[in-house]
Antibody, heavy 132, light 109 residues
Framework: EVQLVESGGALVQPGGSLRLSCTAS????????MSWVRQAPGKGLEWVAN????????YYVDSVRGRFTISRDNAKSSVYLQMNSLRVEDSAVYFC?????????????????????????WGQGTTVTVSS | QSVLTQPPSASGTPGQGVTISCSGS????????VSWYQQLPGTAPKLLIY???QRPSGVPDRFSGSRSGTSASLAISGLQSEDEAHYYC??????????FGGGTKLTVL
């Protein structure tokens, strides 16, 4: 069964740090990009960051760049989100998701082209609460 | 303020059809494909549509997607009570980030 399981959510004070983990099973983890997406209480979905299959490329939403770091350990089929300098507005359920970003080399054009198909597998989420 | 714009709510009666719109710009929907997600209360989002109009296996053909220019739509036919959920559109933005719509709460009357 294809599955993602997040852990690490907790109550933390403003300015504190937290590390979220997401462990995958049932698929070839090192063949997929992975994303973190969050949802504040009563709000919509907000993408946070993603990371390429080999960890070589990483992208972040502006509001977390410089404070959050995404990483992965393919040997452990796991992706992580290190969150520093946490703010009250970072309080949310954090989901990890399998990201269907694909980079193909088009021989006819002799260039790489990226395709962004969506996120097809989601974990159950882990709750981060930032409060004093 | 979400980058992609969706109506906050939509409704229909069982058996009816409903369409949810998603408006973006040339840097997201205009350049990259759109995906749609269903989120039932208290659960994780579920991929409904990818590549504008493709359904993952297991998604009923009552759900269909389309894209035109910088806008996209999710159509649901033959509404069922279990379709009551929040629906989100998403696309990659050329500023190197995924962007989501604010979500549409679908009520089945």
């Amino acid at each position: 069964e294809v599955q993602l399981v997040e852990s690490g959510g907790a109550l933390v004070q403003p300015g504190g740090s937290l590390r979220l983990s997401c462990t995958a099973s049932g698929f070839k983890f090192n063949s997929y990009w992975m994303s973190w997406v969050r949802q504040a209480p009563g709000k919509g979905l907000e993408w946070v960051a993603n990371i390429k299959e080999d960890g070589g490329d990483k992208y972040y939403v502006d509001s977390v760049r410089g404070r959050f770091t995404i990483s992965r350990d393919n040997a452990k089929s796991s992706v992580y989100l290190q969150m520093n300098s946490l703010r009250v507005e970072d309080s949310a359920v954090y989901f990890c998701a399998r990201d269907l970003t694909v980079i193909r080399f088009l021989e006819a054009l002799w260039e790489e082209k990226s395709y962004y198909y969506g996120m097809d597998v989601w974990g159950q989420g882990t709750t981060v609460t930032v409060s004093s | 303020q979400s980058v992609l714009t969706q109506p906050p709510s939509a409704s229909g009666t069982p058996g009816q059809g409903v369409t949810i719109s998603c408006s973006g710009s040339t840097s997201n929907i205009g350049s990259n494909t759109v995906s749609w997600y269903q989120q039932l209360p208290g659960t994780a989002p579920k991929l409904l549509i990818y590549s504008n109009n493709q359904r993952p296996s297991g998604v009923p053909d009552r759900f269909s997607g389309s894209r035109s220019g910088t806008s996209a739509s999710l159509a649901i036919s033959g509404l069922q009570s279990e379709d009551e959920a929040h629906y989100y559109c998403a696309a990659w933005d050329d500023s190197l980030k995924w962007v989501f719509g604010g979500g549409t709460k679908l009520t089945v009357l």
